[in-house]
């Protein structure tokens, strides 16, 4: 109860996760505060919000579900793993591109092990795999942490994408950098660690782009590009399909080769759940497939 009110900030939403009373959840946190002698909560009109004590004990909690969890999948390991809960995240490109092949074969070899999938910017799911929310993350490298693990999977090319309206480039194959700042760009916002590659090009080719929008799903950038709202730079992969269709045309860029690096990251660390290597060994079968 008490780790579902803190991820909540909520009574009332905690209790509707729970299918608990939310009174009978702040009897509870209630009675958890007497017994600690200290305030868990601050109470501030209809808001709650997390003491440092409480942050102390949120910490502790989690672990503590961890090892509980961890308890599970090792039971689990002796019925040939036929039950368990596996959370992963990414950002949405993996989730759309990386993520189904993968978790289909997982699926199929494990029917019973519940996977759970977060998707959101890399710093916030970094966060949360620190914090034992999540097991493993595909996230863009690098990443260089202490007490974190880090498997490079594959090297995703980046080129330049525009509308099969677009007058000048629908019908070129390559584009030069300095070239790039004279059309609007639709680019990742600066709170993915893809934005991070691309600044690094624009510094490297010495050129500022004319930025339109940013943004971190890759689902609202395309459709832009399609009625020529903008160009954008974007992994090859993710544009396959359009591009087959030719609802999208792709230009490289000369003089460059501009690469994303897609890895595994999860705590090194000796409680994480027992089926995590299995599920590991399926994204390194499939990282041929996804170069």
Known sequence: ?????????????????????????????????????????????????????????????????????????????????????????????????????????????????????????????LSKLRDNALDIGVFTLPIEESGLQVIPLCTEEMVVVVSRKHPTLSNRRWIDAKEIPEHPLIIFSKETHTRGVLEEFFREAGIEPRILMETENIATIKPLIKIDLGISIIPLRAVAEELKRKELHCLRIRGHRVTREVGLVFLNSDDTPKVLPELIRLFRDAAGGIE
Request: glycine share 6%; charged share 25%; hydrophobic share 45%.
């Open 1 to 125: 109860m008490f780790i579902a009110v803190a991820d909540n900030a909520s009574f009332t939403s905690a209790g509707r996760q729970l299918h608990v009373a939310q009174s009978a959840i702040s009897r509870k946190i209630g009675l958890l505060e007497d017994e600690l002698g200290e305030r868990l909560f601050k109470r501030v009109k209809k808001k709650i919000f997390i003491t440092p004590a409480g942050e102390t004990f949120l910490r502790y909690a989690r672990r503590i579900f961890q090892d509980l969890r961890n308890a599970t999948l090792e039971i689990s390991k002796f019925t040939q793993l036929e039950w368990g809960h596996l959370r992963i995240g990414a950002g949405m490109m993996a989730c759309i591109y990386i993520l189904p092949p993968v978790l289909e074969k997982f699926k199929a070899l494990h029917p019973r092990i519940e996977l759970e999938v977060a998707t959101g910017a890399t710093d916030a799911l």
